[in-house]
Structure formats: C-alpha cells, structure tokens
C-alpha cells in the first residue's frame, strides 16, 4: 500500500514559538492531502484540505493564520503552528490520497506538546 | 445529532471471538464506507472501503452496509491479540469525508 511519512514524530516547543510538520508521501504523488488533529480518545478532525499548488481549504474554526499549510510540491505539504500555546498540543495526523477520497492513506501522526 | 455516531466502547473479548464493530449515520448521500484501524500513538491505516450497500470480505474481516438501514458494520473472525485497537468507521461523499469516534477494541489472549 501507499506510505505516507510524518516529521517529527513528537516535538516538545515553548509557548509562543513555531513549529512545522512535514507530511510526505513516499512511494506515490499525491495532489491532495489533509491534515487532521486528534484528542486523547476522540475521532479525527479534519482542519485543511491541502492541494499542490494552490492555497489551503480550511475547515471553519480552524485559524488558517495559525496553522499555515504549504503545498510545495506533489509529495510535501508542511502544517506549522505559528506561536504555539498549550491548548495547541494535540496528536496531528495528515493523509494523502492516490486518487480518490475514500481512498485515504494516512501518516503515523505527529505528538505536539507545548509547554 | 452528529453525522455518525460510533460506540467508543471499550470492548473487550477472548481470544478467538467474533467482534462486531458498528455504525450508522445520518446523511444519506454517502456513499462509500470504510475502516480504518488505529493502534495507540499512530496514524489509522486503511482495512477496508466498500461502494454502496453489500458486504465485502479480506481474510478475517468482513464489512457490510445497509444503506436502508445506514448501519455499517465491521466483523472480525477469530480475532487475536494483535487485533486490539481503536476501529474507526469513516463515509465519504461528494469528496466530503466523517468520521466515526472511534471502538476500542481488546482482544485477551
């Protein structure tokens, strides 16, 4: 099956600072990919839709100047929480599609803790 | 009432049982459904996806949809240890995807 790779796989940051995720797709180009957050026990949630190429869809609520998504090439998309505070930790999780949606492969996640 | 709706369980069975996982939801217009398997600390990792109502079967694990009914569900036949995790049903229409809650699933040896 497709892999989809995550960097870092957990990060410890300060309050206020940034910190970026790259989400890549190993073995195949993906024109779309997602980015998601999850909570301890709770389902995911979609925050942006990410397309290479052009600007990101966000989801409503989430702050699009907060969590910047680029799209550089058919392989990367990066998410980064800009002046990150605690209530920003979270387990965030991106996917990419082959093809089509119901077809999601997902990353191993990203551990965000901000202190 | 939310899109779908997912018992979070847990639920806990002996090794060799068969585990029922379910579904259902509300918006009619999906029209493909799938589950996902999520060990701890990880991303979900894709079991299976089916296109519209009937059942579809890869070795130990069956999905089938009622459409009539938006019920979805997941079978697993003897299950094993390595089995125990959270099971995530998903649907998916007009390129919108949701998600269920997530079952946490553990199997005893």
């Known amino acids: 099956g497709a892999v989809v790779s995550q960097h870092p796989s957990r990060v410890i940051c300060k309050s206020g600072t940034s910190v970026k995720i790259e989400c890549r797709s190993l073995?195949?180009?993906?024109?779309?990919m997602f980015w998601y957050r999850q909570f301890p026990k709770q389902s995911l949630m979609l925050m942006a839709t990410s397309n290479e190429g052009s600007k990101a869809t966000y989801e409503q609520g989430v702050e699009k100047d907060k969590f910047l998504i680029n799209h550089a090439s058919l392989t990367l998309s990066t998410l980064t929480v800009t002046s990150a505070h605690p209530e920003d930790s979270s387990f965030y999780i991106c996917?990419?599609?082959?093809?089509?949606?119901?077809?999601?492969?997902f990353g191993p996640g990203t551990r965000l803790t901000v202190t | 009432q939310k899109e779908v709706e997912q018992d979070p369980g847990p639920l806990s069975v002996p090794e060799g049982a068969i585990v029922s996982l379910n579904c259902t939801y509300s918006?009619?217009?999906?029209?493909?459904f799938m589950w996902y398997r999520q060990y701890s600390r990880k991303g979900p990792e894709l079991l299976m996806y089916?296109?519209?109502?009937g059942n579809k079967e890869d070795g130990r694990f069956t999905a089938q949809v009622d459409k009539s009914s938006k019920y979805i569900s997941l079978f697993i036949r003897d299950s094993q240890p390595s089995d125990s995790a959270t099971y995530l049903c998903?649907?998916?229409?007009?390129?919108?995807?949701?998600f269920g809650a997530g079952t946490r699933l553990t199997v005893k040896p």
């Open positions: 918006n009619s217009a999906f029209q493909y």
């Open positions: 998903a649907m998916s229409a007009n390129n919108d995807m949701r």
């Open positions: 089916t296109y519209s109502s």
């Open positions: 073995d195949f180009q993906a024109t779309t």
């Open positions: 996917s990419a599609i082959v093809q089509d949606i119901y077809e999601q492969y």
